[in-house]
């Protein structure tokens, strides 16, 4: 029982630790990304969480601005979808008093947009 009991509680306390920080999650991002909302999410969850690692004692994150350094390229359209291509974009983001880059890479594969983090 006191197994059990300690595993809840450390389990209890880690997810109030994880959904502390304040997450900055509104959607679209501000600037100019051509990124879709459900991708700008998903990219969104992926830089917080590394950030979270290289900054532990932040607890607020924000994306202030994206830009797009290399427009579509490459791009090819069949039956009016895109199925291959890729751009560029650059993404700063604040944690706590720090401010940084994120250079993002995506690419446009069949069906679905993956990205790539340069972080």
């Avoid at 100019?32 to 969104?44: G, K, R």
């Avoid at 994150?61 to 359209?77: A, E, L, M, R, S």
């Avoid at 720090?98 to 250079?103: A, D, S």
């Amino acid at each position: 029982m006191k197994k059990f009991s300690f595993i809840f509680l450390f389990m209890l306390i880690t997810a109030g630790i994880s959904y502390a920080r304040g997450y900055d999650m509104n959607f679209p991002l501000p600037g100019e990304s051509i990124a879709n909302d459900n991708l700008q999410y998903l990219v969104v969850k992926d830089i917080y969480k590394r950030s979270a690692k290289k900054y532990p004692a932040c607890l607020n994150y924000n994306v202030t601005n994206t830009q797009i350094v290399h427009y579509p390229y490459d791009v090819v359209k069949k039956k009016g979808k895109f199925v291959s291509g890729y751009w560029k974009e650059i993404w700063s983001v604040q944690a706590c008093e720090n401010v940084f880059q994120v250079p993002l890479t995506f690419y446009i594969k069949k069906k679905r947009t993956i990205y790539q983090l340069d972080m």
